[in-house]
């Protein structure tokens, strides 16, 4: 069965510094994709980023990069120039051909002025 | 565009009594998903529609809960009778799954509805 970890519960990084919100998953699947969702305080999931596990290229959306390792089977979220707005929960998700989009537990981060 | 739409946004009940909760996706977006959000965790799939029909349904305690989406638009998720322990929020998702794509590709979602029952 495919499951997601994420170990880091909660994370907090000073304003305009990077942090890096870490991601493991296991499959047995060759075809996937993962996704980091940011959950604010208003609960709605917004889609941060999203690799295809084809591309060996890391994906990148403005501030926010993955580090994409598919042997390892890890798949971390970097925020660069953190702001004050991106403080929320943080989730790692993963979903194969089954449609089933299977999430982490979340990671909350903080963001210190 | 109009997002996802759910209500009611909280809902306070006594155990043992029933509740709703209404979704209507994005217009044109034939996939619908119910999540159930436990406090401090990830969303866990209870159903997904694709149009009218149920294509996963195995995670939905169905002794208790039942869904429906008439019409292939909006849905329903009903609990009759909650239990203390359904106490969570319900999140809404809709995407559009065309053949041969993931519907799982770009998910939209609701805000939710945060049950807490008493």
């Known amino acids: 069965a495919q499951t997601v970890t994420q170990s880091q519960p909660e994370m907090s990084v000073q304003e305009a510094e990077t942090v890096t919100l870490s991601c493991t998953y296991d499959t047995s699947e060759s075809d996937y994709y993962l996704f980091w969702y940011k959950q604010p305080p208003s609960r709605q999931m917004i889609l941060v980023i999203r690799?295809?596990?084809?591309?060996?290229q890391n994906a990148t959306e403005n501030r926010f990069s993955v580090n994409f390792q598919k042997a390892a089977k890890s798949f971390s979220l970097k925020i660069s120039d953190s702001q004050l707005g991106d403080a929320a929960m943080y989730f790692c998700a993963y979903t194969s051909n089954t449609g089933k989009l299977i999430f982490g537990q979340g990671t909350t981060l903080q963001v210190k002025p | 565009e109009a997002g996802v739409v759910q209500s009611p946004r909280y809902k306070i009940i006594e155990k043992k009594q029933p509740v709703a909760f209404w979704c209507n996706p994005i217009?044109?977006?034939?996939?619908l998903y119910w999540y159930r959000q436990n406090l401090g965790q990830g969303p866990e799939l209870l159903i997904r529609?694709?149009?009218?029909?149920?294509?996963?349904d195995s995670q939905l305690p169905k002794d208790r809960f039942s869904a429906e989406r008439l019409k292939g638009v909006d849905s329903t998720l009903k609990i009759q009778p909650a239990e203390l322990g359904d106490s969570a929020v319900y999140l809404c998702?809709?995407?559009?799954?065309?053949?041969?794509?993931?519907?799982?590709?770009?998910?939209?979602f609701g805000s939710g509805t945060q049950l807490s029952v008493l």
């Open positions: 529609y694709e149009n009218e029909e149920a294509v996963d």
């Open positions: 690799q295809e596990a084809y591309k060996q």
């Open positions: 217009s044109g977006h034939n996939t």
């Open positions: 998702a809709s995407s559009f799954s065309a053949g041969g794509t993931w519907a799982n590709e770009k998910l939209f």
